[in-house]
């Protein structure tokens, strides 16, 4: 990837990770309303991927491609937050279920199922579910979305000269801990979907194919997913107001 003088060549860069910028734009259209269009996913995900270039260059020690993919979804999900695309009702809708769910492990210890969620919310099953179809799109919280640090992404933080500090050391570890106790907490149809999009990188209508059910169910069944481990993080570290505060 190196010209004739020894200079990283950024348009062969360029061609050979755009391919990258498009199978990331896909995989979050996968989560998003029919509104968001993917040539601005993609648009503001090849402005990422310069940034990446453009920072790689100037000798950070890490793989490339690992690299570049943290810039190019950072750039993608800031372009989402700038158009503020998911209508704040929406927002309030899903708060309501982090809440409800919180409030139903504390009462029951246990995880709440759909139909406890739908009559606590004071709600038919279906209009419950019809709320979680809604709210596709906000489940593009990702475990760095939920520790991120004012404008910074996880991934930056972590290379900053200040990223050894002790408190923020611990802070993401618990986070981390937390995560991962959330997601075994999970019921067993949200875990292996959690897995199969997460892991095995299958977009919705393939999982529904594994799972046997509709890709409206599987996306559903992530809003869910999403809303429980939200709820359990920022439950457990204190940091819901942070949560509130970052929408």
């Known amino acids: 990837m190196y010209n004739a003088a020894g200079q990283i060549d950024k348009d062969q860069l360029i061609q050979r990770f755009a391919p990258l910028v498009k199978r990331i734009a896909y995989h979050l259209m996968a989560r998003l309303p029919s509104s968001v269009q993917v040539d601005d996913l993609i648009q503001n995900g090849m402005m990422g991927l ?17 690299y570049a993919a943290q810039r ?3 750039a993608m999900l800031d372009g989402l937050r700038e158009n503020d695309w998911l209508p704040r009702s929406l927002r309030r809708d899903f708060r309501r279920i982090e ?3 919180s409030q139903l492990e504390q009462e029951y210890g246990r995880t709440p199922s759909e139909s406890e969620l739908a009559e606590t919310l004071g709600m038919a099953l279906a209009e419950y579910q019809k709320m979680l179809q809604d709210a596709r799109g906000h489940q593009l919280i990702s475990f760095e979305d939920m520790i991120d640090d004012g404008n910074e ?5 972590h290379l900053s000269d200040d ?4 408190s923020r050391i611990l802070e993401d570890e618990s986070l981390r801990k937390s995560l991962v106790q959330g997601i075994e ?6 875990k292996l979907m959690m897995a199969l999009y997460y892991e095995q990188d299958l977009n919705l209508r393939e ?11 599987v996306c559903q069944l992530h809003s869910q ?9 920022f439950g457990d570290t204190g940091l819901r107001k942070k949560a509130q505060k970052n929408g």
């Open 207 to 217: 999982i529904g194919e594994v799972m046997g059910v509709t890709e409206s169910r």
């Open 163 to 166: 990223s050894n500090e002790p």
């Open 185 to 190: 907490l999970l019921p067993e149809r949200e």
């Open 99 to 101: 809440v409800a769910i």
């Open 225 to 233: 997913a999403v809303a429980r481990l939200r709820a359990r993080i």
């Open 72 to 74: 190019v979804r950072g």
């Open 153 to 157: 992404d996880f991934l930056e933080r």
């Open 50 to 66: 310069l940034d990446a270039i453009n920072r790689f260059e100037a000798g950070m020690g890490a793989q490339f491609e690992t």
